[in-house]
């Protein structure tokens, strides 16, 4: 009989005093980033700490009572766990940059919430599917170091995202391992009376959605998850936070209801819990949260505002961060289902369903009609915007410019800040030692510690990489067998995998989700050049691969199977893996392990990435399409660009174009340079271009830079935008508010009657000053509402085009009986060729974001 638990719970140590300190030490995720308390848990018991996984919360619950108490009577180690919890305390307490910064003068909110559907921070805590979680991850763990008051909101997933591994043909299985919140870092937030504090937000039919709220703590940082399976819900309810990104549209609405609406409650409760701030800024990073923005809407108009004073309210403090210009990364839902759960009977107090569903409407050309759009609604209830890299910006710009019509693309209110990843996590302790050992130990974010870096002999980088290419070496035939096994091979059959690999030859790693944009299987459009490049007498190359597919994306599971298949080939099966379940237990040995990083997306669909700056602070050489960060930095040293194919239409021939030139690249420029040794064995030139990316590549690639870009150019922004409309009883939200109704009214009215201008030749030179009076009709409007500016600019020749733009505003001359009023300036010509110069209209208010915020121009 097999004997099974109705009811399963996990008991918590008991840990002596002596030693109680690493409870804490084992729950504040720190440990995920800072060696020296790894190295305490790891002394513990190597082999245990192995087996346990490297979970300080698992290693503790492992240990026997008696165990327990042989630590707490052991001297050193209790003194060992005394520093160890001291230095904690100091990094938790003490002045840091954002300390610093808020010293300045500035405008520093005292707390900034951060929103994100998942969260990568240790493989512990199994909470999100790639890039978009690593990163929300890594910008928590550069805000505790930088000092910078933020709290995160997310979901807690009952089974995380899914574990991959491989069927006898390749193809992806799925499992979904139930994770008991009590074994994890975590902790539950409870009332003063130790009663589990309970969120709720309505359903439809008189039904509520209750959820529990998980603290982890990532340094000065906390993050709150909540949980749908609780006991006062019903089956369905407890199942909506069952997995990240499974379900279909309905469950996701209810999943995003949660993290939005239930978030911002569980902020207010962690408020009143612990004194904390109440946050001034709301960040969402992706639009699966928006719908904080309805809750605050509803909050504000609870304490007596309307709802577009309300609105205005709540864009002030809103940053939204769009992280891909692929249209399936975008939620957009039916808007009937949207209604179901937040319209009629449903409302929030002071949100009529209309204005809602106003704000998710795809109103602009190529919308669709009954559509509700989370990342529209994202950038209408946010004050400020951005895209993850300088492209990608530019991608963004244009695919929302129908929401700011009329506008040079230029001018569209979504700005750029790169992604950046935390060193600390990704950096490999060898790595560090030797940065250490020939630099002095101090701050990455030291700027001149990077230029120093060609100081380390190569040699020695040299040795480092070899003994960490070797790691890779091991951990994927590891990974190799076991996959195998699961595949249903038997030990007798698998003495190859004990050699596949080698430490010595140039090892390119290729590692992401599976999304067809970034396209796995490019390198597989030629088999036979590839098995030539594999199997080169003199300079071959080895590869190893992973990713994991979606679920329910049957062709991203082909692509994998076709690789897999590729990779069981005897042929080549000793330089080419696929290791399944990529995540950031892999990733760790995967990023230093490489020489070359690969990335062949379909250009411009991947909006930043993140992984090739991983690689490169590894001193890796990313070999990459022209896309994301790398579109932006790659500066002719430090890798190598795969020319890309735009404009070929046909997407295979375009395939066949690019994967052509990484062959060519791998074959001619990058194994010529890695095999191209000295007398010493040492690859000079290599060297050259690793060092030239770790000193160059280095300080920009770090997550305290984003971090910094974002507090400096959009929280403090938007903090005191918030300060401004919120000061006062709220009266700055009114003005604003009643400001832009009057405009919107009278737009439609606003134009520029007539110009005149005057003051150059007939054959106009530089330097010449042309005088601009322009007329314009303002129906009503004060004339200092608007803006009214002259554009010059380069002409086209063939069209009435400017382009290279500027623009300047005229001073307001006078109004007429005839309801004209005459704005006059002059501006310079400042150089040869075409000119052209036009007159536009715009609104014009204090607490206006950006002259293009409210979408509205009168172009002469
Ligand atoms: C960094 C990372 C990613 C994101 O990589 P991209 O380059 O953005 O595709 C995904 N998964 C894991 C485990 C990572 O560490």
Redesign the pocket.
């Known amino acids: 009989m097999r004997v099974k638990a109705i009811r399963r719970f996990s008991v918590r140590t008991v840990l002596p005093e002596p030693i109680a300190a690493l409870g804490e030490l084992a729950t504040n995720l720190r440990w995920s980033w800072y060696a020296p308390t790894r190295e305490l848990f790891a002394g513990i018991d190597p082999d245990r700490w192995a087996a346990a996984r490297q979970d300080p919360v698992r290693l503790l619950s492992e240990l026997s009572a008696s165990e327990l108490d042989e630590l707490a009577a052991d001297e050193s180690f209790v003194a060992r766990v005394g520093a160890a919890k001291a230095d904690l305390d100091d990094y938790l307490q003490a002045r840091r940059w954002y300390q610093e910064h808020a010293d300045g003068g500035a405008q520093s909110p005292a707390s900034i919430a951060y929103f994100s559907p998942e969260y990568?921070i240790t493989e512990v805590l199994p909470q999100y599917s790639?890039?978009l979680g690593?990163l929300a991850g890594d910008h928590l763990k550069a805000a505790s170091d930088l000092g910078v008051p933020i709290v995160g909101v997310g979901l807690f997933y009952k089974t995380g995202y899914f574990k991959q591994s491989l069927g006898p043909d390749g193809w992806q299985r799925e499992d979904y391992p139930v994770l008991d919140p009590h074994g994890l870092p975590l902790s539950l937030v409870t009332e003063p009376d130790g009663s589990p504090l309970l969120i709720t937000v309505d359903m439809p039919g008189e039904h509520s959605l209750h959820a529990h709220v998980w603290r982890a703590q990532v340094g000065r940082v906390p993050l709150l998850l909540l949980d749908s399976d609780v006991p006062g819900n019903d089956d369905a309810m407890r199942q909506v936070t069952n997995r990240l990104y499974g379900g279909g549209g309905e469950q996701r609405l209810q999943q995003e209801l949660l993290l939005g609406i239930g978030g911002i409650r569980a902020l207010r409760a962690w408020s009143r819990l612990t004194g904390a701030a109440e946050p001034e800024v709301y960040h969402t990073n992706e639009g699966h949260a928006g719908f904080l923005g309805i809750e605050r809407i509803s909050e504000l108009t609870q304490q007596g505002m309307s709802f577009d004073e309300a609105l205005e309210a709540a864009r002030a403090g809103t940053v939204f961060t769009t992280h891909t210009p692929v249209p399936a990364g975008i939620d957009r839902f039916d808007a009937s289902l949207v209604e179901l759960y937040l319209g009629g009977a449903q409302e929030l107090p002071g949100v009529p369903t209309e204005r809602l569903l106003q704000l998710g409407a795809e109103t602009y050309e190529g919308g669709a009609s009954g559509i509700f759009n989370m990342a529209v609604m994202g950038l209408r209830i946010a004050g400020r915007a951005n895209g993850v890299s300088q492209l990608h910006g530019v991608v963004s710009r244009e695919m929302f410019d129908g929401l700011w019509p009329g506008f040079d693309k230029v001018e569209v209110p979504i700005a750029s800040i790169t992604n950046g990843v935390h060193a600390p996590t990704w950096v490999d302790d060898r790595v560090f030692g030797l940065a250490r050992e020939h630099l002095g130990g101090g701050d990455l974010d030291v700027s001149e510690k990077w230029d120093e870096i060609g100081t380390v002999p190569g040699s020695e980088v040299w040795a480092t990489k070899r003994e960490l290419r070797a790691d890779l070496v091991t951990e994927a035939r590891r990974r190799l067998r076991n996959s195998w096994r699961n595949r249903g091979a038997s030990e007798a059959e698998l003495g190859w995998t004990e050699s596949v690999l080698d430490p010595d030859v140039l090892t390119i790693g290729f590692a992401?989700?599976v999304p067809t944009y970034k396209r796995l299987t490019l390198m597989l459009r030629d088999p036979e050049r590839l098995k030539s490049l594999l199997n080169h007498p003199e300079r071959p190359v080895q590869l190893v691969i992973a990713g994991k597919s979606h679920p329910a994306d049957e062709t991203g599971k082909q692509l994998i199977q076709q690789m897999v298949r590729f990779a069981d080939d005897p042929e080549v099966r000793d330089r080419i893996v696929f290791l399944p379940n990529?995540?950031?237990a892999m990733?760790r040995h995967l990023y230093p392990g490489c020489d070359v990083w690969l990335?062949n997306p379909l250009r411009p669909f991947e909006a930043?990435?993140?992984?090739?700056m991983?690689a490169a602070l590894n001193g890796a050489l990313n070999l990459s399409i022209l896309d994301g960060w790398w579109d932006e930095w790659f500066d002719g040293e430090n890798g190598w660009a795969i020319p890309t194919a735009d404009g070929v239409e046909d997407p295979d021939r375009r395939d066949d174009i690019e994967a052509a030139a990484l062959y060519d690249l791998i074959e001619k420029r990058v194994a010529p340079i890695f095999y191209d040794t000295d007398e010493d064995g040492l690859p000079q030139r290599w060297l050259e271009m690793l060092s030239h990316t770790l000193s160059t590549l280095g300080p920009k690639v770090l997550a305290t830079r984003m971090v910094r870009d974002y507090t400096e150019r959009l929280y403090t922004p938007a903090a005191s935008a918030n300060a401004a409309v919120m000061g006062d009883g709220g009266s700055g939200a009114r003005d604003l508010a009643e400001y832009k109704a009057r405009i919107r009214q009278a737009w439609p009215s606003i134009s520029v009657d007539h110009v005149e201008a005057s003051g150059v030749s007939d054959s106009p030179q530089v330097g010449e000053t042309l005088t601009v009076d322009a007329y314009v009709l303002l129906d009503g409007l004060e004339p200092a509402d608007v803006d009214v500016q002259v554009v010059t600019g380069t002409a086209a020749i063939d069209s009435d085009d400017i382009s290279d733009w500027s623009a300047h505003s005229l001073d307001f001359v006078e109004s007429y009986s005839d309801g004209k009023s005459r704005y006059s300036g002059q501006v310079q010509i400042g150089r040869t060729g075409q000119f052209g110069y036009t007159v536009r209209v715009l609104p014009r208010h204090e607490l206006l974001e950006f002259p293009s915020s409210m979408g509205l121009v009168a172009n002469a």
């Open positions: 990568g790639g890039g690593i992401r989700r990529y995540d950031i990733a990335n930043c990435g993140t992984s090739g991983k």
